[in-house]
C-alpha cells in the first residue's frame, strides 16, 4: 500500500531546499544545462513512456502484418511505405491528400492545422505519410510532457507518472501514432489546460486557439480559460452558487480575471480564421458541418436515445465498454477539475449526439485529458480535489 508522502513536483522541492546553487557550480555548467537538469527526471519519465509504449504497439503491428494482414479501410497509395501501413487507415488519407492537393469541398469537414503541419514537414521530409507519422509521435511526446506537467501541479509527482503512462497505454493509443489527429489535438488541449492554470494567458490563449483549428471541440476550451480567471480571482467554483458578493469583488478587482477573459475570447480565433477560408475556398462558412452530415454526423437530440446499434460487433461492443467505463471518469473528472467540467462533458457528449452512437468512442475518449488527470491521482491513491 502506498503511504502518504510528499510527492509535489521535485522542481519546487529543490528549490525550497537549494534556492540557490552555489556559485562554484552555476559558474561550471552551461546555462541552459543549470536551467533544465531539475526537469530530467521528469523528461526521463515522459521519454521512458513514449518508448516503450510505441515500441509495444509498434511490435503489435508489425505483427499483425507479418501473420494476419492489414487489408481493411482504403486502398494504400503507392507511395506509402509498406511499414507504416498499420498507421495509415481511413481518416488518415483525407489528411494526406488535403495536405498534398488542398481543400476539395468533403474533406472540409477536417479540420486545417494538422495537414498544414503535415504539409510543412512533408516539404523537408519528402514523403506526405511519413511527415504525419513524425508529426503525431512528436506531439504525442508533448502531450505526455504537457500531461506529466498538468498532473503534477494538481497532485504530485506519483500521480503524473501514471496519468502519462494511462494515457500512452490507452486501449486506443494506436491512433497517437497514426496519421490522425489525435496526438496534436490532445497535446494543444492539455497545453491549454496546463497554462491556464498557470495563469499563463497568452500561451493558453494561443494554445486553445490552435486546438480550435485542429478538432471542433477545441473551441471549447474557451470556458477552461474564463472559468480559470474567475478562479485564480478568487471566485469559488466549489459552491453550488457563485456567491454575489465574491463575484461583485471580482467586478471592483477586474484586473485580476480580465486578461483570462480576453484569451478566452482569443480561442474561438481558430475556428473563425477556417471559417473564413471555407467562405472565401467555397462560399459556405459551415461546409465543415455540410460535409459532415455528408459522412453521417449530425448532431441531434434524438441521436442520444438510440446510441447502441441493433446490431453489435466486435468493435462497437469495445466502443459501448468503453463509453460505459468512461462514464463515471467524466462525472468525477467534471468534479475534480471544475473549471474543465464544461469541456470534459461536452468532449464526451457531442460524439454520442453524433449520429453514429457509440461507434468510435474508444478513439474519442482519447481527447479525455482530465480523465486521465483523474485516473492518475486514483492510482497514486494521493487524489484532491482541484
Known amino acids: 500500500m502506498l503511504h502518504h508522502q510528499d510527492v509535489r513536483p521535485a522542481v519546487c522541492q529543490e528549490a525550497r531546499r537549494n534556492p540557490r546553487a552555489p556559485d562554484s557550480v552555476t559558474r561550471s555548467l552551461p546555462s541552459w544545462v543549470d536551467r533544465y537538469s531539475p526537469h530530467i527526471p521528469a523528461i526521463t519519465i515522459v521519454l521512458t513512456t513514449f518508448i516503450v509504449t510505441r ?32 498507421l495509415l487507415r481511413w481518416d488518415s488519407q483525407h489528411y494526406a491528400y488535403i495536405a498534398a492537393h488542398g481543400y476539395d469541398r468533403i474533406r472540409t469537414a477536417f479540420f486545417p492545422l494538422y495537414p498544414f503541419l503535415v504539409k510543412g514537414l512533408s516539404l523537408v521530409i519528402g514523403n506526405v505519410f511519413v511527415a504525419g507519422v513524425v508529426l503525431s509521435n512528436v506531439a504525442l511526446l508533448v502531450a505526455l510532457g504537457y500531461v506529466y506537467a498538468l498532473t503534477c501541479t494538481i497532485h504530485g509527482e506519483a500521480a503524473a507518472c501514471r496519468a502519462a503512462l494511462y494515457l500512452a497505454g490507452a486501449p486506443a493509443a494506436v491512433f497517437f501514432s497514426a496519421m490522425y489527429t489525435e496526438s496534436l489535438f490532445v497535446a494543444l488541449g492539455a497545453a491549454t489546460l496546463y497554462h491556464a492554470r498557470q495563469g499563463h494567458w497568452a500561451r493558453a490563449a494561443c494554445a486553445g486557439a490552435l486546438a480550435a483549428a485542429t478538432r471542433n471541440t477545441g473551441v471549447i476550451l474557451a470556458t477552461v480559460i474564463a472559468l480559470e480567471a474567475l478562479r485564480q480571482g478568487g471566485v469559488s467554483l466549489r459552491q453550488q452558487r457563485p456567491c454575489w458578493a465574491s463575484l461583485q ?53 434524438s441521436n442520444w436515445l438510440r446510441l447502441v446499434p441493433s446490431q453489435l460487433n466486435i468493435p462497437v461492443t469495445i466502443d459501448l465498454l468503453v463509453t460505459v467505463a468512461f462514464i463515471p471518469l467524466v462525472i468525477g473528472a467534471a468534479y475534480q477539475m471544475r473549471t474543465a467540467a464544461v469541456f470534459v462533458v461536452f468532449t464526451f457528449a457531442l460524439p454520442l449526439g453524433s449520429g453514429l452512437g ?18 492518475g491521482s486514483w492510482g497514486s491513491a494521493n487524489g484532491s480535489i482541484a
Open 358 to 375: 457509440v461507434e468510435g468512442m474508444t478513439r474519442y475518449t482519447l481527447m479525455l485529458v482530465p480523465c486521465f488527470v483523474l485516473l
Open 55 to 86: 515500441l509495444a504497439i509498434f511490435g503489435v503491428i508489425a505483427s499483425s502484418l507479418v501473420t494476419v494482414g492489414m487489408d481493411r479501410g482504403l486502398p494504400m497509395p503507392r507511395d506509402a511505405p509498406p511499414l507504416l501501413a498499420g
Open 249 to 301: 469583488a471580482q467586478w471592483r478587482r477586474r484586473g485580476v480575471v480580465w486578461p483570462g477573459f480576453a484569451a478566452a475570447a482569443v480561442v474561438p480565433g481558430g475556428l473563425v480564421a477556417y471559417m473564413l477560408y471555407l467562405r472565401l475556398a467555397f462560399g459556405d462558412p459551415v461546409a465543415f458541418v455540410h460535409a459532415e452530415a455528408g459522412w453521417g454526423k449530425h448532431v441531434a437530440l
